[in-house]
């Protein structure tokens, strides 16, 4: 049985790319005010970055309902299709299980997968499946084996500023009003599902090296699998210098690599100009 790969838009894969790759991405809800976008169908991330950057408030996302993650899968069951539903995680939000709740019905018709990611982490693990699936594997070995792989995705970012956590409520006014004074960059990762702090760097070269550290830590980037870098606003001007800092750790895999504008989801937390890499470790 041929099967469908349904993701929401915490994956930051864009429209266009899931049309290429079969891949149906469901966009979850941004507010700014009273004004409703569709991440990344109504909003593109460089029209978010644009928003932002001019309110004073932070910007509201909701979850994909049950309802609307049933009218996609009926879709696609009522074609003789299976699906995949790979979901941003549970630690963040509740659209896993606002998947499983629509998934009820089909019984082994819909798999639903609480990806223990989001962002471009989420995107690696689907770029992965897109590939057991044209390689053949059925519904059933293509989730076993992405619940497998899961445990080996990782993502490392690097904040350029601290305000956009402070807006969020995440760290204190005072805390983000210190760290923009001494140039204080956070270095963010996933664990277990959420996210997670990992150190302050002081300046982008000590952020870099940390980056390195991290990836070193957790056995090496696996380049037989997919990986990614994203970037937050409106230009790749930081990621191309993270690049250039790196070229030597990516050396012949860097003509390859796929850039990904990040958008709503991490966006409203990081805000412009972080950098972050997801990768399968060794």
């Not at 109504?42 to 001019?54: D, G, H, N, S, W």
């Not at 979901?87 to 018709?109: F, I, L, N, P």
């Not at 390689?135 to 305000?163: D, M, Y």
């Given at each position: 049985?041929?099967?469908?790969?349904?993701?929401?838009?915490?994956?930051?894969?864009?429209?266009?790319?899931a049309a290429k790759?079969?891949?149906?991405?469901?966009?979850?809800?941004?507010?700014?005010?009273?004004?409703?976008?569709?991440?990344?169908?109504?909003?593109?991330?460089?029209?978010?970055?644009?928003?932002?950057?001019?309110?004073?408030?932070?910007?509201?996302?909701?979850?994909?309902?049950?309802?609307?993650?049933?009218?996609?899968?009926?879709?696609?069951?009522?074609?003789?299709?299976?699906?995949?539903?790979?979901?941003?995680?549970?630690?963040?939000?509740?659209?896993?299980?606002?998947?499983?709740?629509?998934?009820?019905?089909?019984?082994?018709?819909?798999?639903?997968?609480?990806?223990?990611?989001?962002?471009?982490?989420?995107?690696?693990?689907?770029?992965?499946?897109?590939?057991?699936?044209?390689?053949?594997?059925?519904?059933?070995?293509?989730?076993?084996?992405?619940?497998?792989?899961?445990?080996?995705?990782?993502?490392?970012?690097?904040?350029?500023?601290?305000?956009?956590?402070?807006?969020?409520?995440?760290?204190?006014?005072?805390?983000?009003?210190?760290?923009?004074?001494?140039?204080?960059?956070?270095?963010?990762?996933?664990?277990?599902?959420?996210?997670?702090?990992?150190?302050?760097?002081?300046?982008s070269k000590k952020?870099?090296?940390?980056?390195?550290?991290?990836?070193?830590?957790?056995?090496?980037?696996?380049?037989?699998?997919?990986?990614?870098?994203?970037?937050?606003?409106?230009?790749?001007?930081?990621?191309?210098?993270?690049?250039?800092?790196?070229?030597?750790?990516?050396?012949?895999?860097?003509?390859?690599?796929?850039?990904?504008?990040?958008?709503?989801?991490?966006?409203?937390?990081?805000?412009?100009?972080?950098?972050?890499?997801?990768?399968?470790?060794?």
């Amino acid at each position: 049985m041929s099967f469908r790969i349904v993701t929401d838009s915490a994956s930051d894969m864009p429209q266009e790319t899931a049309a290429k790759l079969g891949v149906t991405v469901m966009p979850i809800h941004t507010r700014f005010g009273d004004e409703e976008y569709l991440d990344g169908v109504t909003l593109k991330p460089r029209e978010f970055f644009e928003k932002l950057v001019e309110t004073d408030e932070i910007p509201r996302t909701s979850q994909i309902t049950p309802y609307e993650f049933g009218q996609e899968f009926e879709k696609w069951v009522s074609a003789d299709f299976g699906v995949l539903c790979i979901t941003m995680s549970s630690g963040v939000s509740g659209t896993y299980q606002s998947a499983c709740a629509a998934a009820a019905e089909y019984g082994d018709r819909v798999i639903v997968i609480d990806s223990r990611q989001f962002c471009i982490s989420l995107y690696v693990l689907i770029e992965y499946a897109c590939r057991l699936r044209d390689e053949g594997k059925s519904l059933e070995e293509t989730a076993a084996a992405v619940e497998e792989a899961k445990k080996r995705v990782h993502v490392i970012s690097v904040f350029a500023t601290l305000e956009y956590l402070k807006l969020g409520g995440r760290i204190s006014a005072a805390a983000a009003m210190a760290g923009n004074l001494l140039s204080i960059k956070p270095v963010i990762t996933i664990t277990d599902g959420v996210v997670e702090v990992i150190g302050k760097a002081r300046g982008s070269k000590k952020a870099n090296n940390m980056l390195m550290e991290f990836i070193r830590s957790v056995g090496g980037v696996d380049y037989e699998m997919p990986y990614c870098l994203g970037f937050t606003g409106f230009s790749e001007e930081v990621l191309t210098k993270y690049i250039d800092d790196h070229a030597a750790r990516f050396k012949e895999a860097i003509k390859d690599i796929t850039i990904v504008p990040v958008g709503a989801t991490v966006g409203t937390y990081a805000g412009p100009g972080a950098v972050a890499l997801a990768f399968f470790n060794k």
